[in-house]
């Protein structure tokens, strides 16, 4: 059978960034455009060639065709190609590609081309029947995102929701949602949402894009999720995401279900859940609210993996060259599977690599405008060119965790017992209450505890208010969690500089002590709630006991950190850098004790 190719081009009012957002978001695009769902196979290989996926589906929703999908090819902003060999069906071999170039006026054109290879007769009669309309239906959904006068990619054009909304229900959840602490804006806002949007959208609600949506606070965005679930609108689920692709490999209910270790089929390797990179929090809609499915139509789509700027088949003895965007530092160059890595260096001086079974022939390439890879490997390689710090903007497990409201509305999420997870980075709060045994015994057990339990409620305030969560309390103390430095530390000055105020209110003298650490720890199930142990922690509770009262100790290596110095610039502190060798720790630990100049001028003038 004759081969058919096909080239469609037009010139857009609209920038290459903007365009490739939209044309690489090959799900969203899909959707959009009508294609038939896909269901796709882990990664297989056969002999020496590139590796693939195994697709199935059904045109029309009846006919079914299976095909081999190998790993799209692209260049950030520029261009993308993807290829299939019909496995079933009337078509023997099908490529899509789309490029991008500049126009004069500013804006951009599109050149589609589409090569279809026909098994049969019968193979004609589909690519005109399905085949080309589809093609063509790429450049009326950049007409369509034109007239819809959406201003970013987000809003890409949807067709109008087909879905059945239980509209009642939706009334009636919202207006519970309403009672709730949380913004009655935003609760109109989520209603509009799961009403008006897509099946995509509010079957994968990712609270940074809400927010971006909306142009809100991520954390007040949160919040009216986290409320919204307790109502009943949606659901959560928590993804598990490869380190080194970063898409999610499974998806649970519950973070009881979590596993200790994971397995990317697409990068070959073994990887520990971790509670701030790997495991992330996302919700979708209420079926009671509305059915719908974020249906797949490619795996391997550029958007997917935003993080990847170009990525390359290179057949065995073959060279392909990649250009390096600038600014994009820093960048590393792997082979997919095999996950041998290179950093691209801009001091380096070598502007060509080669890749044999033995691996990379350096440890790092040139970034200055381009780079010449040799494949002199035994098998095809795909190669990608992809930043090399994780830097996905989303909503993880150590941040919500760390919520008082999260742990307030779901004190049953934990971890399964024995079950422990690791977190590379999160901040500790410890309190002391100085001088409550001479409490109890000067007005009794009774009116102490109720001192007590009041500055219990005075920490919970403004440890929440700054996006922190009470863990537990020890006696007379609190451990606290934050995901960032920068809130526990808010939270502690917070604390001392309205201690007096709260002693004034109550009639009470209360002297604290506040001790602040950051690290990584390990998170467990510990009397059905959600705890954390470790170094980190043990730490943290041991500086608290540096403390002299109405002060806040921390570590150099806080203080180091540039948000917790613009915390403490704004604030009217001193500091005093000290050394101490705490109980149980090894070698002498840097602190930094920090006291608020108010309260220095009230205990000179008391002495």
């Not at 037009?10 to 290459?16: F, I, M, P, Q, T």
Request: glycine fraction near 6%.
């Amino acid at each position: 059978m004759k081969p058919k190719t096909y080239v469609l081009e037009k010139e857009y009012a609209l920038d290459r960034k903007t365009a490739w957002q939209l044309l690489a978001d090959n799900n969203r695009m899909n959707l959009y455009i009508g294609l038939f769902p896909v269901s796709f196979s882990p990664a297989k290989q056969d002999g020496a060639e590139v590796f693939y996926r195994e697709a199935h589906a059904k045109v029309l929703g009846l006919v079914p065709i299976s095909w081999q999908e190998f790993p799209f090819q692209w260049q950030e902003n520029d261009s993308y190609t993807v290829e299939r060999r019909y496995l079933t069906g009337p078509l023997k071999h099908y490529t899509l590609k789309v490029e991008l170039f500049d126009n004069e006026e500013g804006g951009t054109r599109v050149k589609l081309t589409a090569d279809f290879v026909p098994l049969n007769p019968l193979g004609y009669g589909a690519i005109w029947a399905t085949g080309l309309p589809a093609v063509k239906k790429i450049m009326r959904y950049l007409d369509d995102y034109l007239e819809s006068g959406a201003t970013i990619a987000f809003e890409a054009p949807q067709k109008p929701v087909t879905a059945k909304v239980n509209l009642s229900e939706l009334d009636r959840l919202s207006g519970l949602l309403a009672k709730s602490p949380v913004n009655g804006g935003y609760v109109e806002k989520l209603h509009r949402y799961l009403a008006d949007k897509g099946d995509h959208d509010v079957a994968q609600i990712e609270p940074v894009q809400v927010a971006k949506l909306w142009n809100a606070d991520l954390d007040d965005t949160l919040r009216v999720l986290l409320y919204a679930t307790k109502a009943g609108l949606l659901n959560l689920s928590w993804n598990v995401i490869c380190p080194n692709c970063r898409v999610s490999k499974v998806e649970h209910s519950s973070l009881s279900q979590l596993e200790q270790q994971f397995h990317c089929d697409l990068c070959g390797v073994n990887y520990d859940a971790n509670f701030d990179q790997y495991v992330e929090l996302n919700f979708s809609v209420h079926p009671a609210v509305r059915q719908a499915y974020a249906e797949v139509y490619c795996i391997g789509g550029p958007m997917i993996t935003p993080h990847v700027k170009a990525q390359q088949v290179i057949e065995k003895g073959k060279t392909a060259r990649f250009a390096i965007p600038e600014g994009e530092d820093p960048l590393r160059l792997r082979v997919l599977q095999a996950n041998d890595r290179v950093i691209v260096d801009n001091n380096a001086e070598v502007g060509s690599l080669d890749y044999s079974d033995r691996g990379w022939s350096q440890e790092s390439v040139s970034g200055s405008g381009e780079v010449f890879i040799k494949n002199s490997s035994s098998m095809d390689i795909v190669v990608a060119l992809e930043h090399s710090d994780w830097n996905k903007q989303a909503v993880t497990a150590a941040k919500v965790t760390a919520m008082q409201e999260f742990r307030d509305l779901f004190s049953s999420e934990v971890l399964s017992p024995g079950q422990k997870i690791g977190i590379d980075h999160v901040t500790i709060l410890f309190t002391d209450l100085k001088g409550s045994t001479l409490l109890y015994e000067t007005i009794g057990d009774s009116s102490a505890y109720g001192q007590v339990r009041n500055h219990f409620e005075f920490l919970t305030g403004h440890i929440t208010r700054n996006s922190g969560s009470v863990v537990k309390t020890i006696g007379d103390a609190v451990m606290a969690v934050f995901h960032k430095p920068e809130d526990g530390l808010k939270a502690a000055l917070a604390i001392q500089k309205n201690l007096k105020a709260f002693n004034d209110t109550a009639n009470e003298d209360l002297v604290l002590r506040l001790g602040l650490y950051s690290g990584a720890a390990i998170a467990v199930n510990s009397n059905d709630r959600l705890d954390y142990f470790g170094r980190t922690v043990n730490i943290a509770a041991r500086i608290q006991g540096q403390g002299k009262g109405n002060d806040v100790i921390i570590s150099r290596e806080v203080l180091a950190q540039p948000m917790s110095a613009a915390v403490l610039a704004r604030a009217d502190v001193e500091l005093e850098e000290f050394s101490a060798v705490l109980k149980g720790i090894d070698g002498a630990v840097e602190l930094v004790r920090i006291r608020l100049r108010e309260e220095l001028e009230i205990e000179e003038q008391a002495s």
